[in-house]
């Protein structure tokens, strides 16, 4: 197996055969979790997690996967935290550092904070979402559903649709999917399409049709208004009709492509309903159930490099 990261801090720094591990031992721990069993690679260890956002489905994803594997998880109450009253995210660190964890989960609103605190903790540090940065774990779940759906990770067209000027998912998604070989095209409003945003080696179209033609995957996202300070559209209803995803928009796809979303949707905004719970083309669910086995896979992988290079500089001393 290669996995050589400490951290898990984005998808910039992986190699595609680290991505490929990761989901591998994620396979394993999906059919552990279909067979209602836990797993002992935690056993022992602590866990932490810190969300300064507000996030009920990464947040409880994390705590079950750390459970899963046997470690003792606590969840910080950061609305309360000693942050509020003026501490420093430094501060923060030292004192984590003083309760000696294994693994350090963040969600963070602002862009490279997570990677601050990795660089002061003397523990595992996994990014659970970080401003307008990276959510690594997500693109990685994603990347779980589209293999098993499809069979392979590799050449495949791939649409992400909807509000990628702010979205981390999306530039997670970017990176994930352009280093394991696949054609992306970036689909929206010219409003929410960052600048630039061609030098990634992605296709970008503001027509939904022409962007969804002959794709295999249709990967919508969430509008981020908590994100957004002005008008980036005229209304959710315009938006709607020009970019939430219906069945005749969905019908210049292939007839196989699926459906994908991050979650929590918008039903009627950037996607029907009906679509969304056609269980012949949507994989949400399956999204939702990767997401606990890819950060099973995640945590395990992390604590055995902590503890391979602990017994090595054990042995050099």
Avoid: W
């Amino acid at each position: 197996m290669t996995f050589t990261q400490r951290h898990l801090l984005g998808i910039e720094p992986l190699h595609p055969s680290e991505i490929t591990t990761l989901l591998d031992l994620a396979d394993d721990y999906v059919r552990l979790n279909r067979g209602k069993r836990h797993g002992d690679a935690l056993a022992g260890r602590s866990q932490i997690n810190m969300f300064f956002e507000n996030s009920t489905r990464t947040q409880a994803s994390f705590e079950l996967a750390g459970q899963r594997l046997g470690a003792d998880v606590m969840n910080m109450a950061m609305q309360a935290s000693s942050i509020k009253k003026g501490e420093t995210l430094i501060d923060t660190a030292l004192t984590l550092n003083a309760m000696h964890p294994d693994l350090l989960v963040v969600r963070h609103p602002h862009s490279g904070a997570v990677d601050l605190l990795a660089q002061k903790v003397n523990c595992a540090v996994l990014n659970a979402g970080d401003g307008r940065h990276e959510h690594p774990t997500q693109a990685l779940l994603d990347a779980l559903t589209i293999r098993r759906a499809k069979g392979r990770l590799h050449r495949l067209n791939i649409a992400i649709c909807g509000d990628i000027a702010h979205s981390r998912v999306a530039r997670s998604n970017i990176l994930l999917l352009g280093k394991m070989e696949n054609r992306v095209r970036l689909v929206g409003p010219p409003t929410l399409l960052p600048a630039g945003i061609a030098d990634f080696g992605v296709e970008v179209h503001d027509d939904m049709r022409e962007g969804l033609r002959d794709v295999d995957v249709v990967m919508m996202l969430r509008l981020q208004k908590e994100r957004m300070d002005g008008g980036f559209i005229p209304s959710e209803r315009e938006y709607y009709h020009r970019y939430g995803l219906d069945a005749e928009k969905l019908s210049h796809a292939k007839p196989d492509a699926i459906v994908m979303h991050p979650g929590p949707m918008n039903r009627g905004v950037e996607i029907d309903g009906e679509i969304a719970d056609d269980i012949n083309r949507s994989v949400i669910q399956e999204q939702v159930e990767m997401g606990v086995a890819v950060r099973m896979a995640a945590m395990d992988l992390l604590v055995r490099n902590r503890t391979a290079t602990t017994t090595t500089e054990g042995i050099m001393a």
